[in-house]
Nanobody, 123 residues
Framework: VQLQASGGGLVQPGESLRLSCASS????????AGWYRQAPGKQRELVAE???????NCADFVKGRFTISRDSRQNTVSLQMNSLNPGDTAVYYC??????????????????WGQGTLVTVSS
């Protein structure tokens, strides 16, 4: 399963962006879905996740500002980012683990990362 991340760009502090992660196959079930980010010179860190029971969690540094969601019909996982600040500047990666349909009746497990999309917050 290939994941295509999109939606990054250059914004000013206080503005919003919406990142999307699209799957190349129709997803049957998700064990884990998450958005991570990696700023220059720093390790990759978890930003937000959806667990297998559908609950969502956000890192403390984005709580109240970022929201993760899943659109089952469009096979996408999105990250709505509001009130962006320069500290949010990073490459954002999506990660999905689950099962996907290769045919109408055949499913395969997958564990995939998107290619990353750059978010720059600067005045």
């Amino acid at each position: 399963v290939q994941l295509q991340a999109s939606g990054g760009g250059l914004v000013q502090p206080g503005e919003s962006l919406r990142l999307s992660c699209a799957s190349s196959l129709h997803i049957s079930s998700i064990n884990a879905a998450g958005w991570y980010r990696q700023a220059p010179g720093k390790q990759r860190e978890l930003v937000a996740e959806i667990t297998s029971d559908g609950s969502t969690n956000c890192a403390d540094f984005v709580k109240g500002r970022f929201t993760i969601s899943r659109d089952s019909r469009q096979n996408t996982v999105s990250l709505q980012m509001n009130s962006l600040n320069p500290g949010d500047t990073a490459v954002y990666y999506c990660h999905l683990e689950g099962r996907a349909f290769t045919t109408a009746a055949f499913k395969v497990p997958f564990d995939s990362w998107g290619q990353g999309t750059l978010v720059t917050v600067s005045s």
